[in-house]
């Protein structure tokens, strides 16, 4: 894999506030949707009761203990460290006039610590969270005015961050609304489909002023959208198939159509109508659309088939969305069928499509650890898996498409977003907490973290292609 890989690639980890950074409640931070998810973001909402707690209270304490993670991603070579802000820390409740200075000054700290080693910051605005409050009074995404107190928040980090943060994303896996309407846009998960939808363009609306936002305030800033990268193929070459495939496909393209070309693609025109889907779009709503996202990011883990006939549609198990499992893949143990060569596929469909550079900001291998009785760890399977996907990311450049970077989700074990399991382990790094909580939460090396390191010295030559 020598020299495909740009001098400039920036590799590193994402993660994301509500899974590493614990101390849900210090310093002034306020409730989040996520703190009332303890099982997971498909899991029951929870109102929370003094004296309670769930294992995102603490998670893996990168709150008090990010100077050492730190440290240990700058060991692998890290360029980029992809997180969010937690909103909540900004603004606990999410309508106020001013910022909690105890919240700002905390991301401050983490900022100057990664610049220490010359790790650039990709921070998510929104990473499936928002002030509970705004959902208690006001209906989350639902109401409008929500709109300007995102925008208020947004302004607010970029004004604070501008000298430490270039890179910037809107909403994390904006599509799995869809699927998570409590966890996207604070909406019951029972809601019908003009409700998720309206609430949807609000988001939209959000993320437009966001980006514009960005471009007035941060200099030499760049900002973009990310997409929940499910790209679905036909299960057969039947013609009922394939149309099917690009429906369904489009039910998440739909977001970084809008996103990157400014405007609602003609296709929604017949899915609203056809399923009775009501959205109150104004003239002003459709020029802030205009302001468009500088680059596309996403999430890949895994692909699915789709068929048009209902008798041989079965749910894949453990997928996030409802997926024909593919008879010509394996699936990791949860379920996710694990295909490389579809990260190619939809890097060529995204860079076709949308003509802008992409980043990789999630992609990797949630799986049980074996720590040995000498403490190590061999994770040959994340390797594997990490190394043949990063091929098909070589290929993919090769084949003309403009890649910014690779940060691979999870790069110290973290709280899972769709379970709230610790025992899902994505990260080069080993944190000892289980999924009862207990644990010392000691950090350790895996196998996987000098693989990595060597990945990132070598700027990819290391990797192996191993078809
Ligand atoms: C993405 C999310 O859906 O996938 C992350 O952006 C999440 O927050 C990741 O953690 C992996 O999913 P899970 O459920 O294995 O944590």
């Known amino acids: 894999m020598n020299g495909k890989f740009p001098q400039h690639f920036l590799w590193g980890g994402a993660v994301a506030a509500n899974q590493v950074e614990g101390a849900y409640q210090a310093d ?110 006001y ?23 501008k000298h430490k943060v270039k890179h910037w994303l809107t909403f994390n896996e904006i599509n799995m609304s869809l699927h998570a309407p409590f966890t996207g846009v604070g909406l019951p998960q029972e809601s019908d489909k003009s409700a998720i939808y309206q609430a949807i363009h609000h988001q939209l609306v959000a993320s437009a002023r966001a980006v514009k936002a960005c471009h007035e305030i941060v200099p030499e800033g760049k900002i973009g959208n990310m997409l929940l990268g499910g790209i679905l193929y036909p299960l057969s070459c039947k013609p009922e198939d394939l149309l099917e495939t690009q429906r369904q496909n489009r039910d998440w393209l739909f977001f970084g159509d809008v996103q990157a070309r400014g405007c609602y693609p003609a296709y929604m025109q017949r899915f609203f109508r056809e399923n009775g ?41 453990g997928n996030i969305l409802d997926m024909v499992p593919n008879p010509h893949l394996a699936s990791s143990e949860w379920g ?20 802008k550079p992409l980043f990789i900001v999630e992609n990797g291998l949630g799986a049980k650890d074996r720590v040995e009785a ?10 594997n898996y990490l190394n043949d996907h990063l091929v098909q990311v070589a290929e993919a450049i090769d084949d003309g498409v403009e890649v910014m970077g690779y940060t691979s989700w999870g790069p110290i074990d973290l709280v899972s977003a769709s379970k709230a399991e610790m025992s899902k382990r994505y990260g080069f790094i080993h944190v000892d907490r289980d999924d009862a909580g207990n644990g010392s939460l000691e950090r350790r090396r895996k196998k996987s973290f000098y693989w990595y390191r060597d990945v990132i010295h070598s700027n990819g030559a290391s990797l192996k292609d191993r078809r």
């Open 336 to 355: 996710w069928q694990i295909d490389p060569i579809g990260l190619r596929y939809l890097l060529n469909v995204l860079y076709d499509r949308y003509q």
């Open 139 to 161: 209906g989350g995404w639902g109401d409008r005015r929500t709109i300007d107190f995102f925008e208020r928040y947004a302004r607010t980090v970029f004004e604070r961050y």
């Open 374 to 383: 000498d403490g190590s760890i061999h994770d040959d399977y994340r390797i």
């Open 28 to 137: 002034g931070k306020g409730l989040s949707t996520s703190d009332l998810q303890p099982q997971g973001i498909f899991g029951a909402i929870t109102p929370r009761t003094a004296g309670d707690s769930g294992i995102k209270d603490v998670a893996i304490d990168f709150y008090h203990r990010y100077p050492e993670d730190i440290a240990l991603f700058a060991e692998m070579g890290f360029k980029c460290l992809r997180t969010s802000i937690a909103w909540t820390r900004i603004f606990p409740q999410g309508d106020e006039e001013t910022p909690n200075e105890a919240g700002l000054a905390f991301y401050d700290r983490l900022f100057d610590e990664m610049a220490k080693y010359g790790i650039q910051p990709l921070i998510t605005l929104s990473h499936y969270e928002m002030p509970y409050g705004l959902v208690k009074h």
């Open 277 to 317: 889907i009501q959205v109150a779009i104004t003239e002003e709503d459709r020029q802030t659309l205009r302001e468009t996202i500088d680059f596309i990011s996403f999430s890949y883990y895994m692909s699915g088939c789709v068929t048009a006939d209902p008798a041989q549609y079965e749910t894949a198990r």
